[in-house]
């Protein structure tokens, strides 16, 4: 029989790559294996044009077709195709199908204060009612709200607003859907109602004409155009929409088998920490922890805090590359572990880390402003930033215990982030309990799975998750200092705002 063979695309912040996913029949008594590889890797760089940051989509998807042809050009031969990307971005199609314009990057400063005005205007506590997000400056409907204000007639002459992986899939099969989770990620979808909410749009004067009624992940899409086919000379394999926000995708391959309830980490260019909940949790205490519920795979939500992560580290990283005093993210790891311990603590969330550039004058002045020692070296700013991150999950999962009620006995951790040994240990350390890792392309995993449950291959998420376990190898760092760690987080804590 013919191996399920799927592809799968997986475009975060900082980069994006493309893998094959090959379903291994079982062997005696063996569990069927997925066998992972890596066939395409590519940058993803955002582009800076008069005051505004955007996206080279353009770029992204020249970089997605010269995957699909590679894959065929190197004897593969997937059935399928599923897209994943980061959450939240979207371009707008103007009546012919055509994209107008580049779509902005979720940096861009143009949703500088929205936050602030959106709450004035319709009040905290119902637009987390509404909404269930956490309130991010980068949530879709600050995004809108700042273009409607700008009056932009990009969204006048908008027809139809595609997120990115759906914008992408459109590209290449020419069929306009908008996929659920992404969906979850605008603040404009209501997680009770699981509908678009018209009326907050009305409100705020965004078209709600442009929104699709959202199809679930496990959904066919269609095939690529003949066009794409003929351009990269290959057969018309079929587009699926999988979990197509990144962070779902992830969470679909976390290989928690044995527990019911379970705390992970998708850690990459963002840190999200959350646990799978079969419905949303709307309440109070969310909103005053300002935690999100995400739609996720196979009908979950997500609990989940977005945490600034390691962009704090690629900034720094990126200012140093571009003086010329280059450095690999394990050079800095070991550099990070030679430097003294708690010397210096950040809140990773602060506000003043969210924009690019100036990322080590940033943490210095913040140390500075908090009469802390300044981190001058490379080690002592990545330990600083290591340190406070571990710190900051720490708190986060507590705060998930007291909204859920559940207490967990450690922490799944996935993505690119868990090639930093030093961080998961850190984590350990910090919550006083065992870190298990793996596997590190969590999200195109994730993404395959769906596509294996569209063609028949897994007939559930609980069977998907088996899989993963089977297939990749876990790790487990247990605890050690925890004096040590307990009494850093009293530090961290003086430091941290109330959430
Ligand atoms: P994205 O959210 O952009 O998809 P990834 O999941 O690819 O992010 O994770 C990227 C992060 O992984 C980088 O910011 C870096 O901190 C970390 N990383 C990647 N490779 C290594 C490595 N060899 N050693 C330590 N950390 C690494
Ligand atoms: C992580 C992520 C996260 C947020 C951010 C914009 O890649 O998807 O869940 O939505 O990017």
Redo the contacts with the bound molecule.
């Keep these: 029989t013919k191996l399920a063979s799927v592809l799968a695309f ?1 475009l ?4 994006g790559r493309a893998l094959i996913g090959e379903l291994l029949p079982h062997t005696g008594s063996g569990q069927p294996k997925l066998k992972v590889t890596e066939i395409h890797r590519f940058p ?1 760089q955002p582009i800076a044009v008069h005051g505004h940051l955007h996206w080279d989509i353009l770029r992204l998807l020249q970089e997605l077709k010269t995957a699909i042809r590679k894959a065929f050009q190197e004897g593969y031969a997937p059935q399928t195709f599923g897209i994943d990307t ?1 959450g939240v971005d979207f371009g707008l199609l103007d009546a012919n199908g055509e994209l107008l314009g580049n779509p902005y990057h979720y940096r861009d400063p143009q949703t500088e204060g929205i936050i602030e005005e959106l709450v004035n205007l319709i009040g905290k506590d119902s637009l987390y009612e509404q909404g269930g997000l956490q309130f991010m400056p980068f949530n879709t409907v600050n995004q809108l709200y700042a273009m409607k204000k700008a009056a932009s007639p990009k969204l006048t002459a908008a027809s139809t607003l595609l997120l990115t992986p759906d914008l992408l899939a459109y590209f290449l099969t020419g069929e306009k859907v908008c996929e659920f989770t992404m969906a979850t990620t605008t603040q404009l979808f209501g997680p009770k109602e699981q509908k678009w909410n018209t009326a907050l749009m009305e409100k705020l004067g965004i078209p709600s004409q442009i929104f699709l009624e959202p199809i679930h992940p496990g959904t066919r899409i269609g095939p690529l155009t003949p066009e794409v086919c003929e351009e990269l000379d290959v057969p018309p394999i079929e587009a699926i929409a999988v979990g197509t926000h ?1 962070t779902e995708s992830a969470v679909a391959a976390v290989p928690a088998t044995g527990e019911e309830e379970f705390a992970y980490l998708v ?4 840190s999200l920490l959350g646990t799978e909940l079969e419905r949303p949790l709307v309440t109070p205490e969310a909103m005053a922890l300002d935690f999100s519920n995400e739609g996720g795979v196979g009908g979950t939500y997500q609990l989940l805090k977005n945490i600034m992560g ?1 962009w704090i ?2 900034e720094c990283k990126r200012e140093w590359d571009e003086q010329g005093d280059g450095v ?3 050079e800095l ?1 070991l550099q990070a572990e030679r430097a003294e311990p708690f010397r210096s603590l950040i809140h990773p969330d602060d506000p003043s880390f969210y924009a690019p550039s100036g990322m080590i004058a940033r943490i210095q002045s913040y140390c500075r402003e908090t009469s802390q020692t300044v981190p001058l070296t490379k080690g002592e700013l990545a330990r600083c930033v290591l340190e406070s991150l571990a710190l900051r999950y720490r708190q986060a999962l507590e705060q998930m215990e007291a909204l859920t009620g559940q207490s967990f006995n450690g922490l799944h951790m996935v ?3 868990i ?2 040994e030093l961080l998961c240990r850190f984590t350990a350390n910090a919550i006083g309990r065992p870190v298990w890792t793996g596997p590190v392309e969590a ?1 195109a995993i994730g993404n395959m799975l769906m596509q294996l449950v569209a063609l028949g291959e897994c007939s559930s998420l609980q069977d998907a998750r088996q899989l993963v376990a089977a297939s990749f190898p876990i790790e487990t760092y247990d605890p050690a200092q925890t004096d040590e760690w307990n009494a850093a987080f009293e530090t961290f804590k003086r430091l941290s705002e109330p959430q």
Excluded at 12 to 15: M, T
């Design positions: 997986d975060g912040a900082s980069s993803n980061w990144d850690c990459g260019t963002w390691l580290l690629q690999s993210f394990a790891v993505g690119g982030g090639q930093n999200s």
